[in-house]
T-cell receptor, first 112, second 112 residues
Framework: EPEVTQTPSHQVTQMGQEVILRCVPISNHLYFYWYRQILGQKVEFLVSFYNNEISEKSEIFDDQFSVERPDGSNFTLKIRSTKLEDSAMYFC??????????FGPGTRLTVT | GENVEQHPSTLSVQEGDSAVIKCTYSDSASNYFPWYKQELGKRPQLIIDIRSNVGEKKDQRIAVTLNKTAKHFSLHITETQPEDSAVYFCAASQEGRRALTFGSGTRLQVQP
C-alpha cells in the first residue's frame, strides 16, 4: 500500500538557519498538506496546496514559511530563519478529491 | 475558527471491553470528521471518518457517531485488544475547507 514518506526523520538546526523539510506524497493524490505538533500540544494545520498553489493557510504560516512542489513527486516546506519555537514534529499529508488525508511519519525539527 | 475538544485525555480498559472517546466542535458548518490512531513513534493513521450527511458509520470493531445538533461525535471501539493501545485523535474540517482542526488526543491503554 503506498504511503507518504518524509525526510529527514530528525533535523537539528541552529536558530536563524534555513531548513527544508521534504515529503513525497502518494503518487495519484492532488492535495498536499503540512501540519505541525509541538511537544505535548495539538496537531496544528499549517498549509494546503492544490493545483500548484496554496489553497489554505493558517495564521502560523507567516512569511517565514514557504512551500514548493519542485517536481512531480516532492513537496517541500521551507522555514527561512528558524526560531526556537519552531521546534516541533512536522507532518506532511496528502489526499485525493475526497477529504481523506494520509499522513507521513513526520520530521522532528529541533532548533537550538 | 473551529475548536475541537476531546475527552477523556486517558482511558484504560480491560481487553474485551468497549472504549468510547468523545469530541465536540464549535463550528456548525463543519462537515467532515476523521479519526486517527497514532502508535508510539509512528504516523497518524486514518481509521475511520464520517461526513455530516450521515449519523453513524461502522467498520468492523470501530464505529463513529455524529450528532450535528449537539455538535459532537464519538469513536466507539468494541472488543478491545492490546493492539488497540495508542493515542487517538479526532478532527474536523469546515465546509468548503480541507484544513483539519484536531482534538488534543486520547491515550487508550488496553490491559490484557
Amino acid at each position: 500500500e503506498p504511503e507518504v514518506t518524509q525526510t529527514p526523520s530528525h533535523q537539528v538546526t541552529q536558530m536563524g538557519q534555513e531548513v527544508i523539510l521534504r515529503c513525497v506524497p502518494i503518487s495519484n493524490h492532488l492535495y498536499f498538506y503540512w501540519y505541525r505538533q509541538i511537544l505535548g500540544q495539538k496537531v496544528e494545520f499549517l498549509v494546503s496546496f492544490y493545483n500548484n498553489e496554496i489553497s489554505e493557510k493558517s495564521e502560523i504560516f507567516d512569511d517565514q514559511f514557504s512551500v514548493e512542489r519542485p517536481d512531480g513527486s516532492n513537496f517541500t516546506l521551507k522555514i527561512r530563519s528558524t526560531k526556537l519555537e519552531d521546534s516541533a514534529m512536522y507532518f506532511c499529508a496528502s489526499g485525493g478529491l475526497n477529504y481523506e488525508q494520509y499522513f507521513g511519519p513526520g520530521t522532528r525539527l529541533t532548533v537550538t | 475558527g473551529e475548536n475541537v475538544e476531546q475527552h477523556p485525555s486517558t482511558l484504560s480498559v480491560q481487553e474485551g471491553d468497549s472504549a468510547v472517546i468523545k469530541c465536540t466542535y464549535s463550528d456548525s458548518a463543519s462537515n467532515y470528521f476523521p479519526w486517527y490512531k497514532q502508535e508510539l513513534g509512528k504516523r497518524p493513521q486514518l481509521i475511520i471518518d464520517i461526513r455530516s450527511n450521515v449519523g453513524e458509520k461502522k467498520d468492523q470493531r470501530i464505529a463513529v457517531t455524529l450528532n450535528k445538533t449537539a455538535k459532537h461525535f464519538s469513536l466507539h471501539i468494541t472488543e478491545t485488544q492490546p493492539e488497540d493501545s495508542a493515542v487517538y485523535f479526532c478532527a474536523a474540517s469546515q465546509e468548503g475547507r480541507r484544513a483539519l482542526t484536531f482534538g488534543s488526543g486520547t491515550r487508550l491503554q488496553v490491559q490484557p
